[in-house]
């Protein structure tokens, strides 16, 4: 019989190489293999949703006492997994690295007990481990950067771990010579890179004549050229060119080039020898390889572990097959190339049996363009712009494409599981490549079962080379009571162990060859559990440390709230789950059972105040040590009346309106929040007021809004404590209430503004000490949760907040005072409080004061701001009013000094715009240090002045004491275009003049 043709198929393509910049000595295999792992030992992340300051040291005392009042579940999780230091983790100051923090531990043991204890803390946002990022296993060959396909194949984890990250590849050797025969168009023998890993046929003497190992080939020291009948597999120098007899050169580079040896490309079989088999005649390039067949016939008769066969054609031949059944007969493994026509017809020999078939893959992980698929693909490889050796010269590199490129890259692999375990099958190379591969199907929509297994992992065939496994093993908790059974889930990974080893000392029993045993320890203390996991290869061990003794429970939560609202109290329980509480409200016991989870919140609605205690606290092994009081201060609502107003001066001493409204324009009424009542509607038509209420549990509201549904929702401030609590709007009932403390800071003028979805902004400014000043912002939903937190320090400290107004798409601004350098500040911040804009204006010539700033967004695009400003020698306090334009640059600037006579006090409160665009102000004009009253004053869009009014008494025309919080527009009522509500004297305190 004739036997076809084969020709051979490839595309090449010379590019000009760049060199790499080395990092360190590429990582060598090394047979012995411990678990690497991927974290920094003993330190964890931290992010809290709280802007309090968590970083601790073991002998900082104050912070050791502001933890342990503030936030005792969180100290008593730093005492009980022996947490050494936190630290803020970044020195950059950003609100969005400002609360991350980075722990260390005194013992690394407890970093899983202690990450699973912070993740129960309502204020963690999360805690993880610090990853450990290395240099990989980078080759000094200067072209390794240019070699995409290692990175898509994860050759660099896979000699990582097979080095546990020594990187020393001169460590590296294998049980056996592997080698690999390129049959080809000849293989440039004198090349840098590949002449390190030329076979040396050890049975052969060279130019002797004779065939001195039997193998029916004479002094074939390297390999053979089946084409010319002789020993010499180097290509005719006489017929290289850039296009001709580079290709099988370029398979030898991909498959084992010298690697870590600071020239040219690292391979991946880089300890497998390379048999030069030639099979092209010296003559015209003609792409045919007539004895292909006489090139697998040496190799299966040198005894080669790989045959790469980057060529093929469409007809099948019986005697191939023959030839293919020996090979895998002898344990050679057969690697071809599946085409590159870009069709699913079934190329040979990479279709025959015992054969893997190789397709090609681009950099993004997609079927190359060229390569061939279908059934008979095996697996895909990397075969796109692949750069490789050359054999113009023994320098050359270049990139080539095609299948034939893919096919050395698996050949390559091949040599180094055999490395690893050269009594490997072909049959069990080819599953373990299979089962291991990466599934790319979603990168090659079209292509599912046409592109074999998947991409190569080279680091998933570690599961089946000759390694040891990797001991792992979970304890549920790291605290138990004695006498408990202890369970551990049994996390060894890597090829099947053999045998497990646990070691309990202390325990019963002592020890256990079971894969998932269980234990007792009967006496309290410290214990040491130990898992030596075992295979053919090798074994590996991990310890780890559990705690015996009586857990600890402790309630929490001292509180005030208002009669028929609900507060939560804090267990906080240290022992195994689940567990049950009982605890006492002084006089009924109140039971809950299967709780999974601490700390756990307890939920209460005292009608009056009460002492809440724990009775008990079980988890089914043994009574936790129980302490701890939750006293919650109930204070009952009072509602009051408030006069009906028939004049805009008001006639009741104790009216007093010292906060803000808000108008709901559809339905006319305004609602005000003031002293005295603490809320009440207002007819904007009539004056004439709606209804009241008085809340005795809060100070002076500061802030209102309304919900999407018609709630409203307030702001307060007291002692240190900012409130926030919701009523309806129909007849102001309490819905609910908040109170949100901090002991480190008094919170002062909180404002309130409604987001998106029922979402609510409120901000305010923290007095911590004098010149420490900065503006807080809590983001709450409808129930008045706390969604986000963030503090901002504007310029250094000592930052006032003055006015938050919604901007419509779910964000705010926010303006107020840097006192540092005497400027206003205008903020943007976005739904999520991230700074969107941020700018800082010095108005007019700066002074010793700023304060109270209104601002009103105008119809231009543009702001209108207001500061108060004191002179130097606090005689000479005024309003400074100015504009900004769209883009927040400074369009003008005015001083207002409103009184008939000469004031030295003239503080602004709000801004509004009209439909035509003038613009007012308002706010307290004091004539002496005992009495001030009330002003506005009105300016076009331009900062032309038109007017300005202070508050007279109706009879005698002298001013009237006043101070003004509140200015509504009020456009649907001609004649009324403005409702203000003041905080009047009682006419007959008036102190007139």
């Given amino acids: 019989m004739q036997l076809t043709h084969y020709l051979l198929l490839f595309v090449f393509l010379l590019v000009s190489m760049l060199p790499i910049q080395a990092q360190n000595g590429i990582a060598t295999i090394a047979k012995t293999v411990k678990p690497i792992s991927p974290f920094v030992e003993g330190q964890i992340f931290i992010k809290i949703n709280n802007y309090c300051d968590f970083s601790w040291a073991d002998k900082q005392l ?10 005792p579940a969180f100290y008593q999780n730093l005492q009980q997994h022996q947490v ?8 950059f100051p950003h609100e969005k690295l400002n609360s991350i923090y980075l722990v260390k531990l005194a013992d690394a043991s407890k970093t899983a007990a202690f990450i699973r204890a912070m993740q129960k803390l309502n204020y963690v946002a999360y805690a993880e481990q610090v990853p450990l990022y290395r240099n990989f296993c980078v080759s000094n060959d200067p072209l390794f950067g240019d070699q995409w396909g290692l990175q898509n194949t994860f050759v660099q984890d896979a000699f990582d771990n097979l080095t546990n990250e020594t990187c020393d590849f001169s460590a590296v050797s294998c049980a056996d010579e592997i080698t690999i025969a390129i ?3 000849g293989v440039r023998l004198t090349h840098e890179d590949l002449a390190p890993n030329i076979w040396e046929n050890p049975n052969e003497i060279a130019g002797n004549g004779l065939d001195d190992d039997g193998n029916g080939y004479i002094d074939d020291m390297n390999g053979w050229d089946a084409s010319e009948n002789d020993n010499d597999p180097n290509p005719d120098a006489a017929f290289i060119t ?3 007899f580079n290709h099988g050169t370029h398979c030898a580079g991909i498959a084992a080039a010298a690697t870590n040896n600071n020239l040219g490309i690292a391979s991946l079989g880089f300890n497998t020898k390379i048999v030069a088999v030639k099979c092209h005649p010296n003559s015209t390039y003609t792409g045919s390889a007539p004895e292909a067949y006489a090139g697998v016939d040496y190799a299966i008769a040198t005894k080669v572990n790989i045959m790469n066969m980057s060529w093929g054609g469409n007809a099948f031949s019986a005697s191939y097959q023959a030839l293919f059944n020996v090979a895998n007969s002898l344990g050679i493994v057969c690697v071809a190339a599946a085409g590159n026509s870009g069709v699913a017809t079934p190329l040979y020999p990479a279709s025959y049996e015992g054969v893997i078939s190789v397709g090609a893959s681009n950099e993004n992980n997609q079927i190359a363009f060229f390569s061939n698929y279908g059934a008979t693909v095996d697996i895909m490889a990397p075969g796109q712009n692949i750069i490789s050796t050359l054999a113009t010269a023994d320098d050359a590199y270049g990139e080539l494409n095609g299948t034939s490129m893919a096919c050395p890259y698996i050949a390559g692999v091949v040599g180094l599981m055999l490395c690893f375990d050269s009594s490997l099958s072909p049959n069990a190379i080819e599953t373990c490549m299979q089962e291991t591969a990466t599934n790319i199907n979603m990168f090659n929509p079209g292509f599912t079962g046409l592109i074999g297994a998947g991409l190569i992992n080279v680091d998933g065939i570690l599961n089946c080379v000759k390694v040891p496994t990797v001991a792992n093993f979970d304890i549920a908790f790291d ?11 049994n996390l060894t990974t890597g090829p099947p162990p053999i045998s497990y080893q646990w070691d309990f000392p202390g325990g019963i029993p002592a020890s256990s060859s079971n894969a998932n045993p269980s234990v007792i320890y009967p006496a309290t203390g410290e214990y040491t559990i130990t898992l030596t996991a075992t295979n053919e290869y090798g074994s590996n061990s991990l310890e780890q440390n559990i705690t015996i003794d009586i857990p600890t429970a402790s309630i929490s939560g001292n509180s005030t709230i208002i009669g028929g609202s609900n507060i939560n109290l804090t267990v906080n329980y240290n022992g195994s789950i689940p567990y049950s509480i009982t605890y ?7 039971t809950i059972t299967d709780i999974i989870t601490s ?7 005292p009608s009056d105040t009460t002492s809440y205690t724990l009775v008990n606290v079980n988890n089914g092994a043994c009574d936790a040590s129980i302490s701890g009081t939750a006293n919650i201060n109930v204070i009952q609502l009072i509602e009051g009346n408030i006069c009906q107003h028939t004049t805009i001066y008001g006639t009741e001493e104790e009216n007093k309106i010292l906060a803000r409204s808000y108008y709901d324009i559809d339905e006319e009424i305004i609602y005000f929040c003031g002293k005295d009542p603490d809320l009440f509607a207002v007819d904007a038509k009539t004056g004439e007021n709606i209804w009241d209420k008085k809340f005795n549990a809060f100070n002076v509201p500061n802030d209102i809004t309304m919900a999407p549904g018609g709630d409203l929702v307030m702001a307060a401030s007291t002692g240190g404590h900012l409130h926030v609590y919701r009523t309806t709007s129909n007849e102001g009932e309490l819905l609910w209430a908040k109170r949100f403390a901090n002991t480190t800071s008094v919170q002062i003028r909180p404002a309130i503004e409604r987001g998106t979805n029922d979402s609510y902004f409120v901000s305010w400014y923290e007095f911590f000490e004098e010149g420490d000043h900065d503006i807080g912002v809590l983001k709450l939903d409808s129930n008045g949760n706390v969604l986000m937190a963030k503090v901002f320090d504007v310029n250094g400290g000592d930052d006032q907040f003055g006015e938050m107004i919604s901007d419509g798409n779910g964000g705010v601004y926010i303006t107020g005072e840097v006192e540092l350098d005497q400027t206003v500040f205008l903020m943007h911040l976005d739904a999520d409080l991230n700074v969107i804009q941020a700018a800082q204006y010095i108005p007019d010539t700066p002074y010793s004061l700023n304060n109270t700033f209104a601002i009103c967004p105008l119809q231009d695009g543009g702001f209108a701001l207001s500061a108060w400003r004191n002179g130097e020698d606090e005689t000479e306090e005024y309003t400074t009013l100015f504009k900004l334009n769209s883009n927040w640059d400074f369009e003008w600037a005015r001083a207002i000094y409103p009184t008939d006579a000469f004031s030295v006090w003239a503080q602004p409160m709000n801004i509004l715009q009209d439909n035509e665009g003038n613009i007012y102000i308002d706010g307290n004009s004091k004539i002496n240090l005992d009495f001030a009253s009330y002003f506005v004053c009105k300016y076009t869009n331009d900062g032309e002045y038109l007017w300005s009014k202070t508050m007279k008494d109706a009879d005698s025309f002298n001013l009237l004491e006043a101070s003004p919080p509140s200015m509504v527009y009020n456009p649907n009522t001609p004649g009324y275009d403005f409702t203000i509500g003041c905080d009047m004297c009682y006419n007959d305190q008036l102190n007139r003049i």
């Fill in 599 to 605: 700390p756990y919140a307890i939920t209460v609605n």
């Fill in 84 to 91: 050494a230091s936190i630290a803020k983790a970044f020195r």
């Fill in 242 to 244: 850039d296009s001709d």
């Fill in 479 to 489: 605290f138990y009571c004695p006498n408990t059974a202890i369970t551990f889930d």
């Fill in 183 to 185: 049959i080809d168009d």
């Fill in 62 to 71: 104050q912070q050791t006492e502001n933890l342990q009042n503030n936030f």
């Fill in 584 to 590: 006492s409200d002084g006089t009924d016991e109140h």
